[in-house]
């Protein structure tokens, strides 16, 4: 099983990117403890060499769910500042949160769509209201329904038919695609400092 955790310093200081760097090497390494596989899937270097202001961790493997788990909250790096020495500060508080990077495509195969005749009202004469020329087209696998009544012909309306439905399904995949990253950057204002799930020190 495949999990994706995302590591976020928020909008803290310059020491959270610095955590969330520590953070996800130690994750790593627990991970490889309870040999789950781990892979850095996409990340945002800090403002400082090494420094992470996010960064998302692929963990995959029957262990994977439990390793997320364990690390899911508010965690704390405990340590003095490497940029500001005598800074009294030595909790630095990294978000940590389920997420999904996995876009969704949906598969469009003519052979999954239902094409019915139908008539339609309106101007076009004679020929329109007595005949089927019209198309009434439903993507069986998502429910999609489109008509396609502009044409003369029930050929040409079921030509049509077809390309308006796999648009209406290509924009649905963008529109998810564009909430999946909404998502993840919804992560970087979930931060709660205090109280953290987990305490890591050098």
């Avoid at 789950?36 to 992470?52: D, F, I, M």
């Avoid at 290509?170 to 953290?196: F, K, N, S, Y």
Wanted: glycine share 8%; aromatic share 4%.
């Amino acid at each position: 099983m495949t999990v994706y955790l995302m590591l976020s310093a928020g909008r803290g200081p310059l020491e959270c990117s610095w955590a969330v760097a520590e953070l996800a090497a130690r994750l790593e390494s627990d991970a490889a403890r309870r040999a789950v596989r781990v892979r850095r899937a996409e990340s945002v270097p800090g403002e400082r060499p090494g420094t992470l202001r996010s960064v998302v961790l692929e963990l995959d493997g029957p262990g994977a769910p439990a390793c997320a788990a364990a690390w899911t909250g508010t965690l704390c790096w405990q340590a003095s500042s490497p940029y500001r020495p005598h800074h009294g500060r030595k909790n630095w508080y990294v978000i940590a949160q389920r997420c999904s990077l996995d876009a969704p495509h949906t598969a469009f195969d003519e052979s999954d769509v239902d094409v019915v005749p139908c008539r339609t009202g309106g101007p076009g004469g004679q020929h329109r209201n007595k005949v089927s020329t019209a198309v009434r087209a439903t993507h069986r696998p998502t429910g999609t329904v489109v008509v396609a009544d502009t044409e003369r012909q029930f050929g040409l309306n079921r030509r049509l038919a077809m390309r308006q439905l796999r648009e209406r399904l290509e924009r649905g995949d963008r529109a998810a695609a564009r909430a999946l990253t909404t998502a993840r950057w919804h992560v970087h204002d979930g931060l709660i400092r205090g109280d953290p799930v987990r305490t890591e020190r050098p």
